[in-house]
């Protein structure tokens, strides 16, 4: 069912999610934590407003483009929320991405101001000349170059008090790059409605969130799934959110946990996977989140028998924001991706666009009113992505007879073996319930006859031997588990993955391997 959010024609998120907050009485309670730091919501709104006048002072005005180039600290709800304010408009850049992938993200934006962290910055020289559009750097958590602003001067000098612009529930709110398999990333548009739909769907009715809680992302903020956990979902009720702004290993992230002790925690397969190699205790969280790719079934048994935690997995998209199809806590469906969230619908549809039975794989398509609006000027993606009330996820995904989502890889990824479909992520979550195996990809590869077969590429478990032996025993292994024609006709061994910023397996690398030989 569609979800009405009857939110009034003008509307302006920064007032939503920060003002509301202190209007209602949650001035003193405590919304951000960031390392040995607290902040009150009082305090964030008065930050807010100081940077939203600082904005206003170097004349940026309604719409412009703010670009973010920050960990995830104090500053990022400052900045977000203060650019929203004055009607400007931030876009969240993945700080793990290099100077040209910044280059294209600030021409293309044409992005007026950027609020950079200081630890950041050497990112940003190498580019400068090239930078059309961009008038101002401000740098946030350390002291700005000559020409540079500094965050903490420009802000010192503002008053504390700001009105919101008079933005609509329309108006764009915030972007995001989402890059796809072909061509440059796209400037994925946000409105300002759209962080409410969110959290009225997936982050009550799902998360159940309440003000209580304390939240804690290790995905980053500049990720659309870090962006909801780490900030709307908090701020959208009240609650509060711990930051960590350096490397989510392990370590950090238990060690934050011990600390700080949050309720949610939010996380992605690679990270679960790696926590169940370390020590370390989850005390105090009552649900753990994965998203961003399928979770093995595998990592929620062990996480279950380990902690005595879920973990709900459920696939989001930056284009719809954030979750539209999970598992909700006292119903995990491990292997799944769960079910329709409240509010969002969804369906599987032949390349005709005709919907298949259930149990049929086909493209899933999602509707709910938290989708992007457009990409910005890339008018034939957006209408091949945004088909109406529509978005294509380009995911191939079937649903069982009890409307449980099962996903079967990407588009692009799905292989024809034997004349057969083979989706490489069954043969994954396969091979990763293997106690030596701890992560693996599957891609297609092609034989003496060209014909294409799953071929496999493994990281062992800590103190395991790659070894001929070992190569046999994992393909028996899956032959004793899957139909014969899925098993890994070959098994290369890799001391890590080939991954993205954002931790989803470079595929396409490990093809371009078995292409030129090099394995
Ligand atoms: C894949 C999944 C299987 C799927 C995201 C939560 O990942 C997010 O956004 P991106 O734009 O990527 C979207 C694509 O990633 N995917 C994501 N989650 C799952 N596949 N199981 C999953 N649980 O191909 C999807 O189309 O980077 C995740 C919230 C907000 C997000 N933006």
Redesign the pocket.
């Known amino acids: 069912m569609p979800y009405n959010l009857n939110l009034p024609e003008e509307f302006n998120a920064a007032d939503y999610f920060v003002d509301r907050n202190v209007r209602e009485g949650r001035g003193d309670k405590t919304a951000v934590i960031c390392e040995d730091r607290s902040y009150t919501y009082g305090q964030i709104q008065e930050k807010v407003n100081r940077f939203g006048n600082a904005l206003k002072s170097i004349d940026t005005r309604m719409e412009e483009r703010v670009a973010l180039l920050l960990l995830d600290t104090e500053i990022y709800p400052q900045a977000f929320f203060g650019a929203i304010k004055i009607g400007a408009v931030p876009i969240c850049l993945n700080t793990l991405n290099r100077s040209k992938d910044f280059e294209f993200y600030l021409n293309d934006s044409r992005a007026r101001v950027l609020v950079v962290d200081a630890l950041l910055l050497d990112q940003i020289e190498p580019i400068r000349a090239n930078l059309r559009f961009l008038k101002h750097v401000i740098v946030a958590n350390g002291p700005a170059p000559a020409g540079d602003l500094s965050l903490s001067e420009m802000t010192s000098s503002q008053s504390s008090t700001l009105d919101c612009a008079p933005t609509c529930r329309d108006d764009s709110c915030f972007w995001?790059y989402?890059s796809g398999s072909t061509g440059s990333p796209k400037g994925t548009v946000h409105l300002q409605h759209d962080m409410v739909y969110a959290t009225e769907t997936y982050g009550k009715k799902i998360l159940g969130i309440q003000e209580k809680d304390v939240c804690f992302s290790a995905a980053k903020l500049f990720?659309?799934?870090g962006l909801?956990n780490g900030l709307y979902f908090p701020f959208g009720v009240g609650a509060t959110t711990v930051y960590l702004p350096t490397r989510p290993t392990p370590e950090h992230v238990y060690e934050t946990i011990r600390r700080h002790r949050p309720t949610l925690y939010f996380g992605v397969p690679t990270l679960y996977g790696q926590m169940l190699e370390e020590e370390g205790d989850m005390s105090g969280v009552r649900l753990c989140v994965?998203?961003?790719?399928?979770?093995p079934a595998a990592y929620v048994q062990r996480w279950k028998s380990r902690f005595n935690l879920d973990i709900i997995?459920?696939?989001?998209?930056?284009?719809?924001?954030?979750?539209f199809i999970s598992n909700v806590p006292g119903d995990i469906h491990s292997g799944s991706?769960g079910k329709i969230v409240p509010g969002y619908e969804a369906r599987i549809v032949d390349e005709n666009m005709q919907d298949l039975p259930v149990g049929e794989v086909g493209t899933?398509l999602v509707k709910g009113d938290s989708a992007a609006a457009c990409y910005w000027n890339k008018h034939e993606k957006t209408r091949q992505t945004i088909m109406g009330y529509w978005i294509n996820?380009?995911?191939k995904y079937f649903c069982d007879e009890e409307g449980y989502y099962y996903?079967a890889g990407?588009s692009d990824d799905m292989l024809k073996v034997g004349g057969i479909w083979v989706s490489p992520?069954e043969v994954e979550a396969c091979l990763i319930e293997h106690p030596d195996v701890l992560e693996c990809a599957v891609i297609g590869a092609a034989d003496e006859d060209q014909l294409i077969k799953p071929m496999a590429f493994v990281v062992l478990a800590k103190s395991r031997q790659a070894s001929l032996d070992m190569e046999n025993e994992l393909k028996a292994f899956v032959k004793s588990k899957l139909a014969l024609y899925k098993y890994p006709r070959w098994i290369r061994f890799l001391d890590e993955l080939p991954k993205t910023a954002?931790g989803?397996i470079k595929r396409f690398e490990l093809r371009n391997l078995v292409q030129h030989h090099e394995v």
């Open positions: 995001l989402s990720f659309a799934y909801g994965s998203a961003g790719e399928a979770l997995d459920g696939i989001g998209s930056t284009e719809m924001a954030h979750i991706s899933l996820t380009g995911d996903c990407r992520n954002t989803k």
